[in-house]
């Protein structure tokens, strides 16, 4: 527990005081009696008792210094400092691939708890400039550049979603580069660290990365020239994922459809597999079938003759049970589509100076 001011202890004072108040005794009052043989054994044995005999136990005192006690400790203005962190930089790389959507068992995604932890880092820290970085298959992106504010960067952190692609930490290297130089630069920009010979860990940015059990696997690519923490969010999942669907045209106008599914579990699941025509049937369902699959399983579900006339076509898996008793971590990849080619009539009009080569090139092409 750590006090903000020591002056109230001053007030401390007042408890000897009380405990005095308490030991004067009232002057007592004269009375005439008939005899004092028993009062002088009395007065004998009053005064053979120590100090701490003749102390009065008057509850009322406990209380009143227990009083003076609390008052004390609130005027101190005592606070606890929980897992902080003072001072200087950190960078915090936030996962946002596909995998980071999985529903653990708390009922939030890998994402959510990365973000709830990062906020916590946040929100206990004093003096700390923060810089945010996402990641995902299309590359990093900066959020935030040294910043202060612990509540416009939780605004941010909060703000972050998730992508339905893939990718890896290591994307944001360049990024977390750039960063690190230009904490350096700020902190020395003389490069009077290297004349008194500080080393270049006193200038860097610690790094804080956010991801799971997948991307873990890169963190120890990352190039930081001062700490690196990590911190894995969700547990084991089981999920049953819709990998692509695929089509073939017979020669009386009728589909062979495919539909991919993977079980990326260490349990058996079975589950249902639809398909629907988006345009012509407004989603109606057109084919329905049943599948089991083995933990770690690839098999593709086959329709012959399905009586397809939309354009668009899409396949769904749903009714998902496990034998483990574990529910879908990922409903986000239990759909996929696939979609008719069209060719299209168009004119053009060639406009030259006569150019003959041209002219057979787009002929040609026509």
Known sequence: MIFEYKLPLLF????????ILYLLKPKGTDYLISSNLLWKKLLKNEQSRTFFEKFVHNILMYLQILIILLLVVALMSPFIQINGHS??????????SASMQHVGDSGKSRLEEAVELACDHVRTAQGTRFSVVTVD?????????????????????????????????TQAQTTLDTLMESAADKESPDNSGADNGISGRADA???????????????????CNA????????????????????????????YDVMVSITNYSDEEAAFDVSLCDDES??????????????????????????????????????????????SDSLARDNDSSAVKSRENMMRGLLVGDGNTFIEKAYRAVT
């Open 12 to 19: 401390l004072a007042a408890v000897p005081v009380i405990i």
């Open 87 to 96: 001072g200087g930089r950190k960078i915090l790389l936030i996962d946002t």
């Open 137 to 169: 298959a299309a590359g990093a992106r900066l959020l935030a550049v040294d910043i202060a504010d612990a509540d416009s960067l939780v605004r941010t952190l909060q703000g972050i979603e998730c992508s339905d692609s893939g990718g890896s930490l």
């Open 205 to 223: 940015a610690d790094l804080l990365v956010y991801t799971d059990g997948e991307g873990a696997a890169a963190f120890d690519e990352l190039r």
């Open 227 to 254: 700490e690196k923490e990590l911190y894995a969010a969700g547990d084991v999942t089981a999920n049953v994922a819709n990998e692509y669907t695929a089509f073939t045209r017979r020669e009386d106008g009728s």
């Open 281 to 326: 049937y407004g989603k109606k369902m057109i084919a329905l079938a049943s599948m089991n699959l083995a933990p770690s399983e690839s098999r593709i579900c086959f329709f012959e003759d399905v009586d397809w006339r939309g354009r668009t076509i899409t396949s769904r898996i749903d009714k998902i049970v496990f034998s483990g008793g574990s």
